[in-house]
């Protein structure tokens, strides 16, 4: 038994593995050891264990975290954990909190070095086809929830102020937890946490956040918009997106500029221009940490960004320069504040991303319709297949874009049904719908500014100097990205190019116009054989039989990298559309760009294959463009 390093009586849930497959509540006996965690039958009156029933190597763990019990869930279920492997979730249900809350600082104790460690989680359960606290409906859908430190929620909520996590080193192994006080069962919400950005209500239903204050969350309406209660008792909908659980991470540190990658580290720290600039974010590798520092020192004109990998230790201490380790990131950093230690230079002024606070999932829980009363146009930013687009304002301070539809060229009612579940697409590259004006013609669709506008017109004019190789692959990564959370919403974009993306002040780009196509009344557009058909972004299936599909996007994607390799040149320059036609379908593949390295061509031939069904999935795509970035790095 020495080899047991926990054991214990759970209930397994079963997993679910078809969307139909009955659920069941079985106990087992659990048993931790080194390399795995085992389950098996056992003799309750003997208290005997019996035949194996399953197990997981822990080095394929992904995650292991709390889930929110269901609601009305009995009282034996209350204190669920999930440990996350390729397989999908496997629920365990804990008799107390303090059970649960041990095996789970155990186990992301154990895991913690583990490879595609997951950024991203669900809180609630996979049930009968769907995800209860966002609604995705594919089971293997990125989580809703970022995932951050590796210490359990449950001890860091109990403990003293100081956890600054990752703290993997802050338990000596073995070492008995100290007694917990006895614990009401958590309501299914009740979660605490801290607002990282001000919020100024936006409608009398919503409720102000102030940077750094704590905050109750008493219903997650959706996965955008909770409702939550200040300490005055003030009660009131919020962004989710504005705020993290409470004490659990890097996150109250200014340094730390989370979902900031290299070239966006490198634009903040260029445009701040500040010797000894610094920020910290997260590394291209799962669960690690870079620190990115801007020296004016070393010959170059303008100066020069660093980048330094936050090394960790055997034993778990980090470590930016040897001989100096830390058991914190935030010791570390301060650390370092005061001495270069090898790097180029101290870290002297801290860069922080938070000025600018991520875009929110409309203008309030549940609204959609906007009073136009409340907008104030500032300037035309340019005019599409549906009229003008003009920048302004919306109740005199929020950024917006505003598409004035002119009459005839959309299927409005259509329109208007699906812009409802439009709202609900909420992710960084993708351009935030806010609402519509619907009672008045032409109809506005409000939608979130980007203020370096197109990405075509990006390439080929706004970027100041020419890009380099990691700044191009950026691009292909945002969109990717954008483009797989849309394809695990089963959403089509079917207009996907460069044209229809936007590029915002930080040099991120988002999609747009997702799904808008089908609304479009002007056959020009809407028939294959249209001048304004996007023959040129289309495959061999869309052109001959008219089927969409996320596949048919996907080939969209490979000719919009090729227009980022390009900067902004025109695909088959030399063929009109009844040539690209015949000859695509016969075979012809565009050229390999001259800034494009066999890699990078092969991802974007990858999306170009005959089949729809052989070409990669945005999932995939996202991963092999992560991983070239990587080796870039
Ligand atoms: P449509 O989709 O109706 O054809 P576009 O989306 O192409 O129209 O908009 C026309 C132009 O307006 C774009 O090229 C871009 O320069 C500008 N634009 C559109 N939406 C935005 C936005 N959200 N932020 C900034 N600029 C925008
Ligand atoms: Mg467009």
């Given at each position: 038994m020495s080899d047991n390093i926990l054991e214990e009586i759970f209930i397994k849930r079963s997993q679910q593995k078809r969307k139909t497959s009955p659920l069941n509540y079985k106990e087992r006996l659990f048993i931790l050891t080194q390399e795995k965690i085992a389950y098996y039958d056992f003799d309750s009156d003997k208290g005997k264990r019996k035949g194996l029933r399953g197990s997981v190597d822990l080095e394929k763990i992904k995650c292991v975290e709390t889930v929110q019990p269901e609601p009305n869930a009995p009282q034996e279920r209350m204190y669920a954990f999930q440990i996350i492997y390729d397989e999908g979730p496997l629920y365990i249900f804990a008799k107390t909190e303090s059970i649960r809350a041990q095996w789970i600082k155990q186990l992301k104790k154990m895991v913690r070095f583990n490879r595609d460690l997951m950024q991203k989680y669900h809180p609630c359960f996979w049930v009968d086809g769907i995800w209860?606290?966002?609604?995705?409906?594919?089971?293997?859908?990125?989580?809703c929830k970022v995932l951050d430190g590796f210490t359990s929620q449950q001890s860091q909520r109990r403990g003293s102020r100081k956890p600054l996590p990752p703290t993997p080193t802050e338990e000596k192994p073995g070492r008995p937890l100290p007694p917990q006080p006895p614990e009401q069962p958590p309501p299914s919400t009740g979660m605490t946490v801290t607002a990282e950005y001000n919020y100024t209500p936006m409608t009398p239903q919503d409720l102000e956040l102030r940077k750094d204050e704590e905050y109750t969350i008493l219903e997650m309406c959706d996965a955008n918009w909770w409702r939550a209660r200040d300490k005055y008792g003030n009660e009131g909908y919020i962004p989710s997106n504005y705020v993290v659980e409470a004490e659990k991470g890097l996150e109250k540190f200014d340094w730390y500029c989370k979902n900031t990658n290299r070239s966006q580290a490198e634009t903040l720290l260029k445009t701040e221009n500040k010797d000894g600039g610094f920020l910290v974010r997260d590394s291209s590798k799962a669960g690690k940490y870079t620190v990115s520092l801007f020296s004016k020192g070393g010959g170059e004109t303008g100066g020069s960004c660093r980048h330094y990998n936050i090394c960790t230790t055997s034993q778990g201490q980090f470590y930016l320069a040897e001989k100096h380790n830390f058991s914190t990131i935030p010791e570390l950093i301060n650390y370092h504040q005061h001495n270069a230690a090898g790097m180029v230079s101290r870290l002297k002024y801290i860069v922080s991303n938070r000025v600018r606070p991520p875009s929110i999932a409309g203008l309030g829980y549940g609204v959609w319709e906007i009073d136009p009363l409340y907008l104030t146009f500032i300037k035309e930013l340019g005019t599409g297949q549906f009229g003008v687009v003009k920048y302004g304002k919306w109740q005199g301070k929020h950024d917006v874009a505003i598409k004035m539809i002119k009459e005839g060229s959309m299927s409005e009612d259509d329109f208007i049904e699906e812009a409802k579940i439009m709202?609900?697409?909420?992710?960084?590259n993708l351009v935030q719908l806010y609402g519509v004006c619907t009672k008045q013609r032409p109809i506005y669709i409000v939608t979130e500014f980007l203020s370096n506008g197109c990405l075509l017109t990006y390439l080929k004019e706004?970027?100041?100097?020419?890009?380099?190789n990691v700044q191009l692959l950026e691009m292909c990564k945002d969109v990717s990205e954008g483009m797989a959370y849309l394809e695990s919403q089963q959403y089509i974009h079917r207009d996907l190019a460069a044209r229809n993306c936007l590029v915002d002040g930080n040099g991120t780009v988002k999609v747009t116009d997702f799904g808008l196509s089908r609304y479009v009344l002007d056959d020009e557009y809407t028939s294959s054989a249209g001048s304004k058909f996007p023959v040129r972004w289309s495959p061999p299936e869309v052109l001959l039989y008219c089927k969409f599909s996320s596949k048919s996007d996907i080939w969209a994607y490979g000719v919009l990298m090729w227009e980022v390799y390009t900067l902004g040149r025109l695909p088959y320059e030399r063929l009109n559309n009844t040539e690209i036609v015949d000859q695509v379908s016969r075979g012809l593949r565009l050229y390999r760009p001259q800034l494009a390295n066999e890699k990078v061509y092969s991802i974007m031939s990858s999306?170009?294959?005959?089949?729809?069904?052989e070409r990669p999935t945005f999932q995939e795509l996202a991963s092999n463009v992560q991983d070239l970035l990587y080796e870039l790095q």
């Open positions: 209860l606290c966002c609604q995705q409906e594919v089971k293997q859908a990125m989580g709202m609900k697409l909420c992710h960084q706004g970027l100041k100097q020419h890009p380099t999306c170009w294959l005959e089949k729809a069904e």
